[in-house]
């Protein structure tokens, strides 16, 4: 059924036995707007809002996005409302967030089905896409009314508050002196329109604190200078020495905020709190937070709390009466982990649960081979997926056409409507050959995980694998990437091997700790050479294959090792579009290579990948390791790189010793599952 027959079929039936009740649209009148709040006051006590809000979040609203709101009235009086709105922070014409809330004495009484009924029928010229509603998960009837009427639940947030008083700074006194040693510092938004009296004028020009808090944290604004400025600068609970940010230099880098409410003059609601992604992981967010925390307690506040859009101006955050998200809005989350280590000190309330429901046109998902003409669609839906590991389309042809012939591949792609929105591929192992042994991967673009796409390639590529007699399957993925670990473990997967992620920040990185070590593998007869010096020698690849297959069966993996044929590996070697000479190091004995660091450039960001490093056996514990991963940071900084990635299986510990001693900062682990496939199993599920 569709989203507009859904409408007429409920709103038939929807209030039947309450004579006298009338829905309407919302008029905007003073007598509106008392009733409204009101009832939205009495459903959530613990954001008592007014009516100034109101009209103020109303008028400022984005002018590209839907909204409309509706009131439910019985005998004169509202007894319930309704609206639907679109995100400006997550715009797209036919998604839509809704929201409702009734008096409690009036609750159960069919108002709700009707409101719903008027809010899918107002929508239906809209076609729309989703619909997304939250609501808290103790509120047993508002998630059953939502499960009854197909929401399923697509991420939940924890709601925090911090009870100000007892707030003990004893354990952060040197937070921010670790902030300011990295070069930052802190400023408020009142001393930043201090020193920049125009600071509205200058939004407009896209150099002023307006359009740099604007870009903060994603990089890209998610709305207009102007439409910002509005929603921030001319908010009335604004608070600018409670808008706390972080600067490198004239950069604004981090923010954290804390808003008034008209309503409640001892809470402070918070804002939006993040930093730039090359800026974490150096306490910055950590340092804002307290800041913010001090200020509450120096002006006698009671409570911080997750605020809403009509408290703090966030564009699109959820409307008050849909129970406001604490992830969407600001607040204090689990989840984000904003306050991690003071979690003791953090009062936690029930989780949130936000619901979509899709109609039939979102699901129509249709599966299909992939073709050459698909590189650009798969590249830019995977890299929207996983923004932090960009690939290339040269990257992914190269890897294609190089492929060796007994390994057998298999590639789908998922299609909504003509716009590619999945992928998934398996595929022999070169390194691991088995003909009846596979490596299976797939992605789906945010947007549409958790709604069955990835199931659907999953089992597409399972049918097609089922002539081949499949043996084992494996896979990837991140410890932390929690729908996928359950995507593959919900599959009979299981833990095979682990891999520390790490990344070394290049800069930091202080070489002279190691002075000496050079000298000491070079006074050994061993020279340390950039892959660049040795290509004009005629024996220079295959001195180099034997290098790296001998090497390389020492590398942990899942499975016994293969040798890759020299012809596909010369291919593969010299096709790859992220070779760097200069940055593939080559330790040297007379003729023979005996040792290798490789570094790779990556598409889209100024960071090195680490391939392949070791040592033949017989040349190790003789310090050329270290010397070749020192000549490795030496050429990163000398080029600016912003950092180095690398990946040790857990029990390595000789290689995890040396990226420790450089300062390599472990990540969350990558797991590699493993699903061996029962003999005469009719369907590999």
Known sequence: MTLVEEAYERKAGAAGGLEGLHIRPFDFSDTDYVGAVAVDTIVYPEYPSTVAEWKDDDAKRDPKCHYARFVAVLDDTIVGLAEYRQSSGMYHPQRFQIGAAMYPSHQGRGIGKALYATLLDALAPFDPLSLRANVREDMERGVRFLQERGFVVDMKSWESRLPVAHFDFTPYADAEAKMVAHGYRVATLAELIARDPTTGASSMSGSGPASRMCRTPSHRPRWTSRFFEQRHFENPNLLPEACFIALDGDEYVGISELWASQASLEELYTGLTGVRRAYRRHGIALALKLRAI????????????????????????????????????????????????????????????????????????????????????????????????????????????????????????????????????????????????????????????????????????????????????????????????????????????????????????DLSRFAGVLERVEAQGIELLPYSALMADAQHLPRLYNLVIEVGRDVPAPDEQTDMDYEHWVANHKGNPNLVPESYFIARDG???????????????????????????????????????????????????????????????????????????????????????????????
């Open 294 to 509: 001090a200020y509450a307690q120096k002006h006698s506040i009671t409570t911080i709390k997750p605020g809403t859009s009509r408290t703090t101006g966030l564009c699109g955050a959820s409307t008050r009466c849909s129970a406001s998200s604490s992830s969407r809005s600001g607040g204090t989350s689990s989840s984000h982990g904003e306050l991690r280590t003071e979690c003791q000190a953090v009062q936690r309330a029930r989780p949130m649960v936000l619901g979509s429901q899709f109609s039939q046109k979102y699901m129509n998902i249709t599966i299909r081979p992939f073709t050459a003409d698909d590189y650009a669609g798969v590249l830019a839906m995977r890299n929207a997926a996983l923004p932090d590991y960009p690939e290339s389309v040269e990257g992914w042809r190269s890897w294609d056409d190089n492929r060796e012939p007994k390994c057998h591949f298999e590639r789908y792609v998922a299609e909504d409507a003509g716009t590619i929105v999945g992928v998934g591929h398996f595929f022999n192992v070169s390194w691991m050959y088995h003909p009846q042994k596979f490596s299976l991967d797939i992605v789906v673009h945010p947007e549409y995980q958790g709604h069955g796409v990835g199931a659907q390639l999953y089992d597409r590529m399972m049918q097609s694998a089922q002539p081949r007699a499949p043996q084992i399957f494996w896979a990837s993925c991140r410890e932390d990437w929690a729908r996928g670990m359950h995507f593959l473990q919900g599959r009979g997967f299981r833990e095979k091997m682990r891999y520390w992620e790490s990344r070394l920040d290049v800069a930091a990185c």
């Open 591 to 685: 003729e023979r290579y005996v040792g290798i660091s490789a570094l790779f450039s990556m598409p889209q960001v100024a960071d090195l990948q680490t391939g392949l490093t070791g040592v033949r056996r017989e040349y190790r514990r003789r310090g050329i390791a270290l010397a070749l991963k020192l000549k490795a940071v030496t050429y990163a900084q000398r080029i600016g790189a912003s950092s180095i990635r690398t990946g040790n299986e857990q029990n390595n510990r000789p290689m995890l010793a040396i990226n420790e001693q450089l300062g390599f900062a472990k990540l969350p682990p990558w797991i590699d599952f493993e699903k061996i496939v029962t003999r005469g199993c009719a369907q590999l599920c």
